[in-house]
Each structure stands twice: as structure tokens, then as C-alpha cells.
């Protein structure tokens, strides 16, 4: 009970060190026991307290001060400070996959979730606009375009980035030149596809060749 902690960290006083065990274990249950019962002012009194000595006893990259990152994040983001609250979400990124790893639900379900809340933020998608519009021409057609990603990123939460970077451009504005350039890509690639299913469904016009009859002939069945 959060009440009960709160007792026993007033009678602590000053009597203990800030990195005193007793007293860091003792702020650390305070501040679960706000953090569980929703109480996110108390809960960021007591995790700001207590961070320094959280951080001096597990080390940056222990999975008990990442989930401490994780949880400390979430409250400042509960409490608007989104800025704040990303960054300790970064923080807690390599000690929770390193911990517990990549497809865990604490990745899946809350670090991941809780990165695209604080990405919400006005300031942020502000911020990344302002970056975006930096990105210069392409050298072969002149449009501008996002930077290039690796879609084999092995982790979501990089993946998931990648996602909002592209979200960040007006899908709806008829200039918009990037998505001209997804139309026009779009466009060729349909027209690939239904020329693949003419030839393996029928006759390949041009050619004069059964599709099937050329795909089987060469080991294609």
C-alpha cells in the first residue's frame, strides 16, 4: 500500500544514505506501489529520487533498471512530459531486449506502445518535420523522398520508427511529391502482375507461347 510505504520512508527521514540498500529498496517499493495504483505525481517524486541510485546499483544495462527506465517513462508521459519520458524509453530499450529479448511482450505490448504515445506529441512530430524537410532531392528523378531504411531491421521498435518517419508525409496532399512517386512505382508493378498471371494463367501474346507450357518446361510447376 502506498500509504504504508510513505509511513515508513518518513520515519527513514535522513536517517539513511541516498544510496544506502535499505533505503533504495525501500523508495523503489514506494515507487511501485504509487506507480501500480495509478498515482503518477507520487510515483515521479519518488523515481527521480531514487534514479541515481537505481542506476548506481543494477548498472545502465541491467534489466532491472531497464524495466525501472520503462516504468519511470510511462509516468511522464502519463503526466505530458512526452520529451522526457522518450527519452527514458530509449534508455530502457537495450537492457529490456537484451534481458528478456526481442519478442517478449513487455518489447510488444508496452515499451513499443508507450514509444508510439509519446510520438503522439505535438513538439516531437514537429521536430521530425522540421528534419524531414532537410532531406534533399533524389540524384535520378529530383523528387523528394524519405531516406533510404533497411527493411530487414531486426528490431520492432526500430521498425516501428521507420513506420512513423513514413506516416510523417501528407498522404492526402494531391503535390505531395513522394506519393506521385508511390502511385507511379505502384502503377509498374501492377502492370508486372497482371502480365505474370496473363502468361501463367493463358497465352503469352507477345510470344505466342503457352504460359504453362514455358513455365513447365523450365522446372516450374
Known amino acids: 500500500e502506498p500509504e504504508l510505504l510513505e509511513g515508513i520512508l518518513e520515519k ?9 540498500a535499505w ?9 511501485n506501489a504509487a506507480y501500480f495504483n495509478g498515482r503518477w505525481a507520487l510515483a515521479l517524486d519518488h523515481g527521480n529520487e ?5 542506476k548506481w546499483f543494477y548498472g545502465e544495462t541491467n534489466p532491472t533498471f531497464g524495466l525501472f527506465l520503462l516504468k519511470l517513462g510511462k509516468t511522464k508521459i502519463f503526466l505530458k512530459m512526452h520529451k522526457a519520458g522518450l527519452r527514458l524509453l530509449e534508455d530502457a530499450e537495450k537492457p529490456l531486449i537484451a534481458g528478456f529479448g526481442e519478442l517478449h511482450p513487455i518489447i510488444h505490448d508496452q515499451l ?18 522540421v528534419a524531414d524537410n532537410r532531406i534533399k ?6 523528387r523528394r523522398k524519405p531516406p533510404k531504411v533497411d527493411l530487414n531491421i531486426p528490431n520492432p521498435l526500430e521498425a516501428r520508427q521507420v513506420n512513423d518517419n513514413l506516416k510523417l508525409w501528407d498522404m492526402d496532399d494531391p503535390d505531395n511529391e513522394y506519393m506521385k512517386h508511390i502511385e ?10 497482371r502480365k505474370r498471371v496473363n ?23
Open 12 to 20: 527513514q527521514g535522513k536517517l539513511f544514505h541516498p544510496l544506502n
Open 23 to 31: 533505503r533504495v529498496r525501500t523508495m523503489d517499493c514506494a515507487f
Open 50 to 54: 531514487n534514479y541515481n541510485a537505481m
Open 112 to 129: 513499443i506502445d508507450l514509444y508510439l504515445s509519446a510520438s503522439e506529441d505535438v513538439d516531437i512530430n514537429l521536430a521530425r518535420r
Open 137 to 142: 532531392p533524389c540524384t535520378c528523378c529530383g
Open 184 to 193: 507511379e512505382v505502384t502503377r509498374k508493378l501492377n502492370k508486372q502482375k
Open 199 to 221: 502468361i501463367v494463367n493463358g497465352v503469352n501474346h507477345q510470344n505466342g507461347v503457352n504460359g504453362i507450357d514455358k513455365y513447365q518446361a523450365n522446372g516450374v510447376k
